[in-house]
């Protein structure tokens, strides 16, 4: 016969354990609010790694596991394995999906160093060939970024990486534009992020666009990171632009005497070099000191 | 009207006491300091933690995430390892050397006596969770100073540090001194508690002390799959199968929310909403376990 001991132990269970429920349901709901454990353990993690792996994310060791599968992708592209190192590279975003360098550098890997080594590739003959390995690679490079925004939409770093290989190895300034656009819309996004967006409108063609681009910014604000801008270069840019683009000369940014293009122009008088300041000439190899024979 | 008689026995009656408590406590911490097997768990923690800057010379661009994904992995186990072996053999030990039975035939509750070995437990673990927490941070201090000397090596001289140096060094920085980390140990620490007090509950009807270590060993592994197991049969299922998983799942922690290392490690923010609840939760069911673990120790026949 059960003691009244046993009975008060149900009589816990049964009035606690909807408490517990609700209150692992208001920290899950808290967990998604902020971001949390969105990589969870799931079959698709189980299906790509070992069952001592398995036993060790589930036991806390999850970012060690990541850690030697991310040394062993490395492994993989120092012997230049590429089919073996790409699987590697995915499971280790799946373990980790919330650490940026994985998806940066896993994407380069890709888009630059894997895609050159197969372009110039001297086991294989056919250059047609070569150039297809060569695109597939920068495309699986890109793929790869673009699965890190989607788990990472609040990164600055990846939409500016994507707008990179865009501009570097595809060559599609428009669409590098839109994605140095978004990059450069985050205000922890460093200067050099926003000055991309001129250089990929210019060499797409679409220089009344980076002109205004450029002009926003040098009507812009100068203080906090801003006074470490390239303003020289920028007013250079500017320039080169609105001469380029032949625009009249009283819309024109700075006075109209400053343009090599115009009649009026003034050139800036010649500095003479300052003696003071000057190095003295060195030779272009020192020859080593004899060592005296014994 | 009470009489004389029932007046004498109220008298006669002991109350709750925190000082009885916190001598068994004291014992208990005495008692688990002198296992050897502490030590052995200590000593490769603390050579795990030290040695952890060392695996940074394999890593590729992710040293500081290496230190970080060791110690706290190993601050993680190593404190759910002394939770559970040295909690599990609290309570043998002291049948097998008879020494329960001079503490229980004095006038001490047995609700004391359980307290106090979860507390003293519990005091112990925080000196551990401390002493590890100072050497992590000091191998994550010194690699932080080497990090940013060699990120600054190659601007020394110049005017102004070029962006991508600031860039680097603030991400080390921000790596480096992340609060959170602070929140993450302590929701470590509050996780061992857990453990503490199932393992006490489980000693309570246990036959020997690897029955409890094993049984909490499952536990442990099992827990963190409860949040997926939870929303899987909240899917599908009939209400008496809810009602009956509902009853197994009581004896399993979301031990989960408890672990932040993959998320601190990748610079997500901790709400102080989740910390507190977090920690809520972890008083609860640690109090709610051990007064099932207290309720079976009532009845147990010594």
Request: aromatic residues 16%; charged residues 25%.
């Given at each position: 016969m059960w003691s009244r001991y046993w009975w008060k132990a149900l009589l816990i269970i049964l009035v606690f354990s909807p408490v517990k429920f609700y209150w692992e349901g208001d920290i899950r709901q808290l967990t998604r609010a902020s971001g949390l454990f969105s990589a969870g353990f799931n079959m698709d993690m189980r299906g790509k790694i070992t069952q001592d792996a398995a036993v060790a994310v589930l036991g806390g060791f999850r970012g060690i596991v990541t850690d030697f599968m991310w040394l062993d992708a490395h492994n993989d592209w120092e012997k230049r394995q590429w089919f073996r190192m790409k699987p590697k590279l995915d499971t280790v975003v799946l373990l980790q999906?919330?650490?940026?360098d994985y998806w940066d550098i896993g994407a380069w890997h890709m888009a630059w160093n894997i895609s050159y080594d197969v372009s110039v590739?001297?086991?294989?003959?056919r250059e047609a060939f070569r150039l297809k390995e060569q695109r597939h690679w920068i495309d699986e490079g890109e793929k790869f970024l673009r699965e890190a925004i989607a788990n990472?939409?609040?990164?600055w770093l990846l939409y500016f990486k994507l707008g990179w290989l865009l501009d570097q190895?595809?060559?599609d300034f428009k669409q590098a534009a839109v994605y140095f656009r978004k990059a450069a819309?985050?205000?922890?996004?460093?200067?050099y992020v926003r000055r991309q967006i001129g250089h990929a409108l210019t060499k797409g063609g679409m220089k009344k666009e980076a002109l205004e681009h450029w002009k926003k910014i040098w009507n812009g604000p100068r203080t906090g990171?801003?006074?470490?801008?390239?303003w020289d270069r920028i007013e250079a840019w500017i320039r080169e632009l609105e001469m380029q683009l032949k625009v009249p000369f009283s819309e024109?940014?700075?006075?109209?005497?400053?343009?090599?293009?115009?009649?009026k122009y003034i050139q800036p008088p010649k500095t003479p070099p300052n003696p003071t300041h000057t190095t003295p000439a060195q030779p272009a190899f020192a020859p080593r000191p004899k060592t005296p024979k014994k | 009207m009470s009489t004389p008689v029932a007046d004498i026995a109220d008298q006669e009656t002991l109350s709750f006491s925190l000082a009885r408590v916190w001598v068994i406590a004291t014992n208990t911490m005495t008692e688990v300091i002198r296992q050897k097997v502490l030590y052995v768990f200590v000593i490769f923690t603390l050579v795990l933690i030290g040695a952890s800057s060392f695996f940074t010379q394999f890593s590729f661009t992710t040293e500081l995430k290496s230190i970080i994904d060791t110690c706290l992995g190993a601050i993680k186990y190593l404190t759910a390892l002394i939770a559970i072996v040295g909690t599990a053999m609290l309570l043998p030990s002291e049948i097998e050397n008879r020494t329960i039975y001079t503490i229980l035939t004095k006038p001490v509750y047995r609700i004391e006596f359980l307290l106090g070995k979860v507390v003293g437990m519990s005091v112990l673990l925080l000196i551990v969770t401390a002493a590890m927490s100072l050497l992590f941070g000091a191998v994550l201090f010194v690699k932080e100073k080497t990090l940013i000397a060699s990120a600054l090596q190659g601007s020394v001289g110049g005017a102004h540090v070029s962006d991508q140096v600031q860039q680097a060094v603030a991400a080390i920085h921000a790596q480096a001194r992340n609060p959170d980390l602070l929140k993450a140990i302590a929701l470590l620490f509050a996780q061992s508690v857990i453990l503490v007090s199932m393992t006490i509950m489980v000693s309570t009807f246990a036959t020997s002390s690897l029955f409890s270590i094993i049984i909490m060993l499952l536990v442990y592994f099992c827990a963190p799959l409860s949040a997926v197991a939870h929303e899987v049969w909240s899917a599908q299922g009939s209400p008496l199968s809810h009602a009956g998983l509902m009853f197994i799942n009581?004896?399993?922690?979301?031990l989960s929310s408890m672990t932040l290392v993959d998320d601190v490690v990748v610079g997500k923010t901790v709400s102080m909403a989740f910390f507190w609840s977090t920690c809520g939760y972890a008083a609860f069911y640690s109090l709610v376990v051990f007064a099932l673990g207290t309720l079976i120790f009532q009845e147990k026949e010594l």
């Open positions: 999906p919330h650490f940026l590739n001297t086991a294989e003959p990472n939409p609040d990164s190895k595809k060559q819309e985050f205000p922890e996004a460093p200067t990171e801003n006074q470490y801008e390239l024109r940014t700075f006075p109209e005497n400053t343009y090599p293009d115009s009649s | 009581f004896f399993i922690p979301d």
